[in-house]
């Protein structure tokens, strides 16, 4: 499933997929989207990048001018551990979303060596593979839940206006036991598809307040998610793309590994109603 029209130019955010570490050597559907995606957006000032690999208490963004590509797996092919994404950072951005998260009454901190995880590169290297766009790494809350994360990007919203680019990272569906369960021939749980559509169909119709409450209303939450961290980016670009107000466009649906739910957003808050489901 899969909608090619775009608007970039009325882009805000993002949430994209980054799958599991092989989506870096085979991207697939979903990462001739992300590329599409990207190559039609204005180039940003910069990218505000939400991975659900880096937790932390309280709100975390990394200053390194030179973010080193982390490789924060094991036991996958050799060539993988030789990609290297030669981001560069930019003080003065990272402190722009310092102060913008420290403005909504957030609590903020910094790291002056944070690198880039899998959750970062994976689908940056495939959206600004010149890495010509400085990036800002920012963190998830261990616990804190939905409300928390869409505050978040709310914060990171003026940022948006001003040509930052706020990108999510993550998979409406995320649970790794039953990906062993389905490799072994167990098959693909119906919540795989039932919930991301839930997710689609809440977003298509604004209505925020079940999102947020995805947990107890959603089916199959809680097998999509045991613990909830790939879930909070979607979240933080809901914020920042207009929350209630944000169109919400599907740019790609599909599974991936069995279990894993790739659906890519683009929010815009300009107003205008020209999300369209595929």
């Not at 102060?99 to 909504?104: E, G, L, M, S």
Request: aromatic share 8%.
């Amino acid at each position: 499933m899969e909608n090619t029209a775009r608007h970039p130019a009325q882009t805000s955010s993002l949430f994209v997929p980054h799958g599991a570490p092989t989506f870096a050597l085979r991207p697939g559907a979903a990462g001739a989207a992300l590329a599409r995606t990207a190559g039609a957006l204005p180039l940003p000032r910069a990218i505000i990048i939400v991975s659900p690999h880096w937790e932390t208490e309280s709100p975390v963004v990394g200053l390194a001018e030179r973010p080193e590509t982390i490789h924060d797996f094991g036991g996958f092919p050799d060539e993988l551990y030789a990609i290297r994404y030669p981001a560069t950072g930019c003080r003065e951005a990272a402190q722009d979303v310092v102060d913008a998260i420290a403005a909504a009454g957030l609590p903020v901190a910094t790291d002056p060596q944070r690198g880039l995880d899998h959750g970062a590169w994976v689908p940056l290297r495939m959206m600004f593979p010149d890495a010509d766009v400085p990036v800002i790494p920012l963190s998830v809350q261990h616990n804190a839940g939905p409300a928390h994360h869409y505050r978040l990007g709310q914060a990171l919203a003026p940022l948006a206006a001003k040509g930052y680019l706020v990108i999510g990272s993550g998979n409406i569906t995320h649970n790794l036991r039953d990906y062993q369960v389905a490799r072994s021939g167990g098959g693909t749980s119906d919540y795989v598809h039932a919930f991301p559509e839930w997710i689609a169909a809440r977003l298509a119709g604004h209505d925020v307040p079940a999102l947020l409450d995805y947990r107890q209303q959603a089916p199959g939450a809680v097998r999509a998610h045991p613990s909830e961290e790939h879930l909070m980016p979607l979240f933080v670009a809901l914020g920042a793309g207009g929350g209630e107000h944000a169109q919400a466009q599907r740019l790609h649906a599909g599974i991936d590994d069995y279990v894993l739910a790739m659906d890519a957003y683009a929010f815009n808050a300009d107003g205008t109603d020209e999300a369209r489901a595929a």
